[in-house]
């Protein structure tokens, strides 16, 4: 399976590689494949390669979703362990 996850680009260095913040967790992310991409935009992230251009909303409404499974997840694994 195969998973993007969506980020926001804080700072791009003049070797295609940017900062991405992934709700507090920053990670360095290459634009080789995303050259159009600026600071402040967000990204799809694939094995550390930013793979798609997104829209504000549709990244935080992914990231939203994340939190949803996350908080469902520890939820169930609470109720029956």
Not at 4 to 22: M, N, R
Not at 37 to 57: M, P, S, T
């Amino acid at each position: 399976m195969c998973l993007g996850i969506p980020g926001k680009i804080v700072s791009i260095s003049e070797d295609h590689l940017a900062e991405v913040d992934f709700g507090g967790v920053r990670r360095e992310v290459s634009l080789l494949l995303c050259p159009e991409v600026e600071v402040g935009g967000y990204v799809l992230v694939h094995v550390g390669f930013a793979i798609q251009r997104l829209e504000k909303g549709e990244a935080l409404e992914t990231l939203k979703l994340f939190k949803e499974i996350e908080e469902s997840y520890l939820e169930s694994t609470q109720e029956g362990g």
